[in-house]
């Protein structure tokens, strides 16, 4: 089926540097997300993203938090600058349709552990 | 209160036997749900899903239920196979931008 690549699979980061976290969508997709998972809890919505622009985002999308996708290339979450309780597993997720009854394709993770 | 919650954390169950899985949500807007199911080492990629407005659905060996009442709904897996064991996770939207996931059940299916 369609695949969703995350890159890199793991990221080790000191407290208050900046790290972007990288995901190609499915070529045809049109719609981007970013959702996070802290080790045995659900996975958490941040934010989504179409036409270059953030269209909905929760509380735990933090001012430190930054996403785009320059040119059709990779969607990316940016932090800056990271704190511990950023630490956590980030899912990238697309889908052709908006709204939420949409079947989203998930990457397999970028595990950031910020130390 | 847009919480879902799912139970157990962890089943075992053994080859050829039934599995159920079961979520409960309070908030009465959700509409839709899904279950996405997850193997080590990639993403959670969607199973199965049912609209509010349906009480079962049915896709092979996987089976959802919704109650509407009781805000609860589960997954039946018919002649559970090794093949199956992965995580779980329901999930549920009222049609905005993000889903509200559960928990997730670890499934384990021994042969």
């Known amino acids: 089926g369609p695949k969703v690549l995350q890159i890199p699979s793991h990221q080790i980061i000191d407290m208050g540097q900046m790290v972007t976290l990288n995901c190609d969508p499915v070529?045809?997709?049109?719609?981007f997300y970013w959702y996070k998972q802290i080790l045995g809890q659900q996975m958490e919505f941040l934010v989504n993203f179409y036409n270059g622009k953030v269209m909905e985002k929760s509380k735990l999308f933090k001012d430190q938090f930054s996403v785009e996708r320059p040119d059709g290339s990779y969607f990316t979450l940016k932090i800056q600058p990271t704190a511990l309780e950023d630490s956590a597993v980030y899912f990238c997720?697309?889908?052709?349709?908006?709204?939420?009854?949409?079947?989203?394709?998930f990457g397999a993770g970028t595990r950031l552990s910020v130390l | 209160q847009q919480q879902v919650r799912q139970s157990p954390q962890s089943l075992t169950v053994w080859e050829g036997g039934t599995t159920v899985l079961t979520c409960s949500y309070e908030?009465?807007?959700?509409?839709?749900f899904p279950w996405y199911q997850q193997f080590p080492g990639e993403g959670p990629a969607l199973l199965i899903s049912?609209?509010?407005?349906?009480d079962k659905k049915e896709d092979g060996r996987f089976t959802t239920f919704f109650n509407k009442r009781e805000k609860k709904l589960s997954l039946h897996i018919i002649d559970s196979q090794p093949g199956d064991s992965a995580t779980y996770f329901c999930?549920?939207?009222?049609?905005?931008?993000?889903?509200?996931f559960g928990s997730g059940t670890q499934l384990t299916v021994m042969p």
């Open positions: 070529s045809n997709h049109l719609y």
């Open positions: 049912i609209l509010s407005v349906s």
């Open positions: 997720a697309s889908s052709q349709a908006g709204g939420g009854q949409n079947t989203l394709y």
């Open positions: 999930a549920a939207s009222s049609g905005s931008w993000q889903l509200i």
């Open positions: 908030d009465s807007t959700f509409n839709y």
